[in-house]
């Protein structure tokens, strides 16, 4: 399979304001080089707790054809800020709920409170669209719990056709 590129978005209002650093991005970063996927980060963006932006930056990038995977890290929670679903959804063209439900059932196990996160996974063009909570123990758990299907659904993303995956 080719190299998987990757865009890694931040959405954070105080990183992207510049009080505090991002550790979300770097922590997906991290569980990517760790899994083995081949892959090649070719975007790092940070935005602000905005749907709108979200979905500008999700459009922009799925659209351009430059990214096979588009990870957000941030904004998935419940607080009155937290948009990212929202701006995922709105520019999705189709959503794989069952990605986002592997991901709060595998990290849910030791950690109850991710049953109030909310993930989405979702296509656009053919990039696979990924929404990842802002922790950064929280964004590599559940990017772990999902990396073993993903060089599969881009590869059905680019139109071959892959066997399935054994586990």
């Known amino acids: 399979m080719p190299t ?8 954070s209002d105080g ?9 979300g991005g770097p ?9 083995g996927v081949e892959h090649r980060v ?10 709108k932006q979200v979905a500008r ?11 096979d995977l588009i990870l957000l890290t941030g904004g998935t929670g419940v607080s009155p800020r937290d948009r990212t679903p929202e701006g995922v959804r709105e520019v999705l063209e189709l959503e ?11 990290t849910a196990r030791g950690f109850p409170a991710a049953y109030l996160s909310r993930q989405v996974v979702g296509v656009r063009r053919q990039s696979l669209v990924v929404a990842l909570p802002g922790s950064p123990k929280g964004a590599a758990d559940c990017l772990n719990a999902i990396l073993s299907l993903v060089p599969h659904a881009i590869a059905l993303l680019r139109g ?5 995956p054994a586990s």
């Open 96 to 106: 794989v709920p069952g990605l986002a439900e592997k991901m709060r059932a595998e």
């Open 57 to 67: 930056v999700v459009r922009l990038r799925a659209d351009a054809g430059e990214a």
């Open 160 to 164: 071959e056709r892959p066997e399935h």
């Open 4 to 11: 998987i590129r990757v865009a890694i978005i931040t959405v």
């Open 27 to 35: 922590a997906c970063e991290d569980a990517l080089r760790a899994s």
């Open 15 to 23: 990183v992207a304001a510049g009080e505090r650093p991002d550790r």
């Open 42 to 51: 070719v975007a790092r963006e940070t935005i602000p707790d905005e749907a």
